[in-house]
Structure formats: C-alpha cells, structure tokens
C-alpha cells in the first residue's frame, strides 16, 4: 500500500508565476489535508478536504491559494502570482475519516 | 495560542534512552496527546498517541502522568536516524478531523555517536 504521493518534490517558479502541488492520498483514503511550513517554521494547517468539499480552509491566506479535491484524480493546491514569500514546504496528509492521518514527502516550492 | 510546552531542544547519546518530556496543563478530557517527529527535509511521520492509559509500540513508550497534564515520550535505544524534530500535540478525541494537528516548535532531539 503506497503512501501519500506529492509531486512534484521541488518546484521551482519566478514571481508571477503559477504553481500547482499535487497530493495523491493513501488508498482509501478520502480525507486530505495541506501544510505550509516556512523556512526555519512549524507546519501551519492551511486546509482540510473531503472529496469534491472544503471543509475547513482557516488556515488558507485569503488571495492567490486555493485548494481543490475532486472526485477523481489528486487534491491540489494552487498558489496564483507568486511571491518570494511562498517559498517554503508544503506537505499533505490524507486520512480514511476515522483514524491517523499520514504525510507526505512534501514539495518544495522555491520562488526566484 | 500553544496548547504544549516542550524543550527547544535535547542530545542523546546512541544507544542510550532518550526521554521527551512534554507538558499540557490544559489539556481537557476529550483530548488525546499525540507524537509526531519530522527527520529533516521529510513529512511528519506518527509515532504514538494515548489517552490517559501508558503506550507502547515498535517506535516508542509514552508515559502520561495521572493529572495527565504532562507526557514523556521515550525512545528506548536512540539511534542516529532517531535524530529530528518532535512534536507533542493534543487533539480532541470527539472530531473527524483526524490530520488537523496543531504543530508547535517541537524539540530538537539530537542523537550524537
């Protein structure tokens, strides 16, 4: 059984730019969940998704992310116009709803 | 608003017991105490959790005094791949939001030859 797939691992990107995460969540697994951690920082709890829903986006700035979770296919998050300031590791985790979730590897996102 | 209090940071010598301690004077009844650690440049990766009853598994033993407003975390034989960040954190029991965990600064474990 695969863990939690992230690609890409590093991304890099210039201001301006889009960057696209993706996370493919443990089998059987319809919870998904994204973190940001900045250089040198703790992992800030950015959203949480069930499939095709936002359940809990508190942690999301409130321009330029957003985060999807379709019925087929990976959860993404999307950074639009990026800044030097998006520069960090976001990981995701997944869970089955009723238990432990599990991270990712995480992507690097570097931002000239 | 941090709900744990842990040390910056601790060394450990290999082969040695390492023992994390982690405090959570608030902690509320519905509230689990979980154990995660990240070795650098990698995800957070689960250890242990535990209500109010001690634990053990293959990674680690954590210890919840009876107040439960404190824990340790123990590694039996620390080894140098032991070396990382942990994290104490105190989720409530009652929601489904299972990988909602709030992170705090963790501490430093360092396991030296």
């Known amino acids: 059984n695969a863990g939690v797939m992230q690609n890409p691992r590093h991304l890099v990107r210039r201001r301006g730019q889009e960057a696209r995460l993706r996370c493919s969540p443990m089998?059987?697994?319809?919870?998904v969940y994204w973190y940001r951690q900045l250089p040198e920082e703790g992992l800030k709890f950015m959203v949480y998704l069930q499939k095709e829903n936002i359940i809990d986006e508190s942690g999301m700035p409130k321009e330029r992310f957003s985060a999807e979770f379709p019925k087929e296919g990976p959860s993404i998050l999307r950074i639009q116009q990026v800044v030097r300031g998006d520069s960090a590791a976001y990981f995701c985790?997944?869970?089955?709803?009723?238990?432990?979730?599990?991270f990712g590897p995480g992507t690097r996102l570097t931002v000239l | 608003d941090a709900k744990t209090t842990q040390p910056t940071s601790m060394d450990c010598a290999e082969g040695r017991a390492a023992n994390l301690p982690c405090n959570h004077s608030?902690?509320?009844?519905?509230?689990?105490v979980y154990w995660y650690r990240q070795i650098h440049s990698q995800g957070p990766q689960y250890i242990i959790h535990?209500?109010?009853n001690n634990e053990t598994n293959e990674m680690a033993s954590l210890i919840i005094t009876e107040d439960r407003k404190s824990s340790t975390l123990i590694l039996p034989h620390a080894t140098l791949r032991d070396t990382a960040v942990y994290y104490c954190i105190v989720r409530p029991m009652t929601t489904d939001s299972w990988g909602k965990l709030q992170f705090g600064a963790g501490t430093q474990v360092v396991v030296t030859p």
């Open positions: 535990g209500l109010k």
């Open positions: 985790a997944s869970s089955p709803g009723d238990s432990l979730a599990f």
């Open positions: 608030t902690i509320s009844g519905n509230e689990y």
């Open positions: 089998k059987g697994h319809s919870h």
